[in-house]
C-alpha cells in the first residue's frame, strides 16, 4: 500500500547561487561522498546537486513530515546503481525511525532533470501501521485539509445568444 508520496522541483540556477554564496560547505552538508561523486561525473555538477536534493525534500514530503527533529540532511542516501534507470533511496538515523514507525517497508523515487528544472518524485509503500494513513481510519476523511475547497467554475452557457 502507498503510505505517502511527494514532489519537489527544484530551479537549477537557485542551486548555483546558493552554492557560489554558501560555497562548497553546502554540497558537503547536504550529500555524502557517492552522491557528490555521481553529481561531479555528470556534465553539469549542479544539475546532480539540484536532482538529489529535490529527492531528498519529496522523501520528507512522503513521510509527511518534512524535515524535523533529529532528520539530518545524511540520514537520507542516494545512489545510482551501475546500468540503473532510476535510483536508489536508503534511509538511516532519525529519518528510518520515522519511516520505520508508519510502517515503511520501501521508498521508490524517480528524478529528472531540464536544463532549468530538476525533479523528484517519492514514494513510500509497505503495510502501514494503524496510526499510517487514511486507509487504516475509515471514518476519518481522506481529505484532512481545513482549507476550504474553491467553487468550481462552470460557464454560463444560458447568457449565450443561439
Given amino acids: 500500500m502507498i503510505l505517502g508520496c511527494g514532489i519537489d522541483l527544484m530551479e537549477i540556477a537557485r542551486f548555483e547561487r546558493e552554492l557560489a554564496r554558501r560555497g562548497g560547505g553546502l554540497v558537503e552538508e547536504l550529500f555524502g561522498p557517492p552522491e557528490l561523486a555521481w553529481c561531479r561525473r555528470r556534465r553539469r555538477a549542479c544539475e546532480g546537486y539540484a536532482m538529489a536534493f529535490a529527492a ?3 522523501l520528507f514530503k512522503a513521510l509527511g ?3 524535523v527533529g533529529r ?6 542516501a542516494i545512489a545510482w546503481p551501475e546500468g540503473a534507470a532510476q535510483p536508489a533511496m536508503t534511509l538511516s538515523g532519525e529519518t528510518a525511525a520515522v519511516a520505520a514507525a508508519m510502517g515503511a517497508g520501501g521508498v521508490h523515487v ?9 525533479v523528484a518524485w517519492v514514494v513510500v509503500s509497505g503495510l502501514g501501521t494503524r496510526d499510517s494513513g487514511p486507509a487504516c481510519h475509515t471514518n476519518t476523511p481522506v481529505c484532512t485539509s481545513s482549507a476550504r475547497q474553491p467553487e468550481p467554475r462552470i460557464p454560463n452557457h444560458g447568457s449565450r445568444q443561439t
Fill in 56 to 58: 531528498k525534500e519529496a
Fill in 65 to 67: 513530515t518534512g524535515m
Fill in 71 to 76: 532528520m539530518t540532511w545524511g540520514d537520507v
Fill in 110 to 118: 524517480a528524478v529528472a532533470a531540464t536544463r532549468e528544472h530538476a
